[in-house]
């Protein structure tokens, strides 16, 4: 134990800003995701224009934080860029939207479950990373952000064995429910049959193959997207805001 | 638990920002002990703001009038339209005495987060206004934080094409500050919208008047070229050099 009181209550760590609130009358509650859960901090005074919190402790950033341990909410005493993100973010604004998106998944994932933290802050971290190079479709992004996250969480889909009884594929059929493709003689009522390419196209972005998601074509794409957010509805069980939000070339 | 008025009135207290359920008993006392005259007064100034401010139909300013006093105003400068998210930006951008333009109030930030989109946004009535010939600047004054950016960026490109100048507030060091405690992001932006503070030496004789202030127009982000994925900051391209971004290849054990 430190003799101080206060040095044994105060702790470092790194994290990713997920999204921050007003506070008062200039400061704001962050919402830090660091590899060991969420943080609720408030930094104080980062609203005035005199504060040098401010810019670093805005959404996407990733942050080397000094916190205090507070009663409910600990306090953000210093905190030092990583990465800057946002910055390279809000430049292009779909990948703004998009990655508004990804930390809401983040958030409303991790409140339910706190084994996998570190996985997911990695997993999010890359997506943001590559998300600022801009060198992929950002809505390609987002949705095999969405089904890694899931994967990571426990509920990992399938698009090339039989969901059901593990048949080896390629299959036709999809059932969103189950969690990915169904065989001929196992097929649910309620299945989808989606093109093959955008079942090929779903296991790329699952893979995080780029060279063949990069390939596939604007109505894989939208196919595509439309199954990742049933899927992602389906077991989050709650609307996610920013996904409506979300504009994709 | 106090008696009907008096516990009605610390709820309807309590749900003004900013006052928890001890703060809105101690002034609903002090509305009891105060004198009739002045709560009663307090309480018209209420009601009379509620029945006659709305907002302005042109700028969505705050007015009590179909339009408000800026729009108003035939001596202001029609050609140039700032662009502000809430009223109490033109509030602080009238404080300052610098601008004699006209504004528009978006009514607040593209914040995904929080459910807004630029359908939320007063954009659309932008555009309409731009319908007018005489409008050749729009200046974007939007809060200098991600939301405000983002907002920013979304207006350049919609606005873009309709071929008027579109500029933005310039952000870097505050005066009396120190070099050395300034923030990285702030810096950079410092950097980014540094202006010419003298030239290399000029064959006049006479001492040169400095040259005009630059106003570089925002450039129309979010379309890179092809296999170009920098901005054309060279601040930009080499603060994305330096960072050792983590490949989400990287993880892609993970999902297997």
């Given at each position: 134990m430190s003799r101080s009181g206060f040095a044994s209550k105060s702790y470092r760590t790194r994290g990713i800003v997920l999204r921050t609130h007003k506070l008062g009358e200039a400061d704001r509650i962050i919402t830090l995701l660091t590899p060991n859960g969420i943080v609720r901090a408030v930094a104080k005074g980062?609203?005035?224009?005199?504060?040098?919190?401010g810019a670093t402790l805005e959404p996407f950033m990733e942050v080397e934080a000094q916190l205090v341990m507070g009663r409910n909410l600990d306090i953000v005493s210093q905190a030092q860029l990583r990465h800057a993100y946002g910055q390279l973010l809000v430049a292009d604004y779909p990948s703004y939207t998009v990655a508004n998106a990804m930390v809401e998944i983040a958030e409303k994932l991790l409140e339910a479950d706190s084994d996998s933290t570190l996985r997911q802050y990695r997993l999010l971290h890359g997506a943001l990373a590559l998300l600022s190079k801009l060198a992929v479709e950002p809505g390609a992004v987002l949705d095999s952000y969405i089904l890694r996250a899931l994967s990571i969480a426990g509920w990992a889909p399938s698009f090339t064995s039989c969901v059901r009884c593990g048949k080896p594929g390629p299959h036709e059929a999809l059932h969103v429910q189950l969690g990915g493709v169904v065989c001929a003689d196992c097929r649910p009522s309620g299945s989808l049959s989606p093109h093959p390419v955008t079942i090929q196209y779903l296991q790329a972005l699952l893979e995080g193959d780029w060279d063949a998601v990069a390939l596939a074509g604007p109505r894989a794409r939208k196919q595509a997207a439309e199954i990742v957010a049933n899927y992602l509805q389906w077991h989050l069980e709650r609307a996610v805001k920013s996904l409506r939000h979300v504009e994709r070339s | 638990m106090y008696e009907g008025a008096v516990q009605e009135l610390i709820d309807e207290l309590g749900r003004l920002p900013g006052i928890g359920p001890k703060s809105a008993q101690r002034i609903a006392f002090h509305i009891l002990d105060a004198d009739a005259e002045d709560m009663t007064r307090l309480a018209a100034s209420i009601q009379l703001v509620k029945e006659k401010v709305k907002f302005c139909e042109i700028c969505f300013n705050i007015s009590e009038q179909d339009t408000c006093a800026i729009c108003r105003d035939e001596r202001r400068e029609g050609s140039m339209i700032c662009i502000v998210e809430e009223s109490k930006d033109v509030l602080a951008i009238e404080r300052t005495r610098a601008f004699g333009g006209r504004y528009h109030v978006l009514g607040g930030s593209i914040n995904p987060l929080a459910g807004v989109g630029p359908e939320q946004l007063h954009i659309r009535e932008l555009v309409t206004r731009l319908a007018d010939d005489s409008i050749t600047e729009l200046i974007l004054a939007t809060d200098p934080n991600l939301e405000g950016e983002a907002t920013a960026v979304y207006l350049v490109r919609a606005l873009a094409p309709l071929g008027i100048k579109i500029t933005r507030l310039a952000s870097g060091l505050p005066v009396g500050g120190d070099l050395e405690y300034a923030d990285e992001v702030t810096l950079a932006r410092a950097f980014e919208g540094r202006r010419v503070a003298g030239r290399a030496a000029a064959p006049q004789v006479a001492p040169q008047l400095p040259a005009p202030e630059p106003r570089t127009e925002v450039p129309a982000r979010g379309k890179p070229e092809a296999g170009e994925s920098t901005s054309d900051h060279p601040v930009d391209a080499q603060t994305q050099q330096r960072f050792v971004v983590p490949e989400m290849d990287d993880h892609r054990s993970a999902t297997r």
């Open positions: 980062v609203r005035r224009t005199t504060s040098r919190l | -």
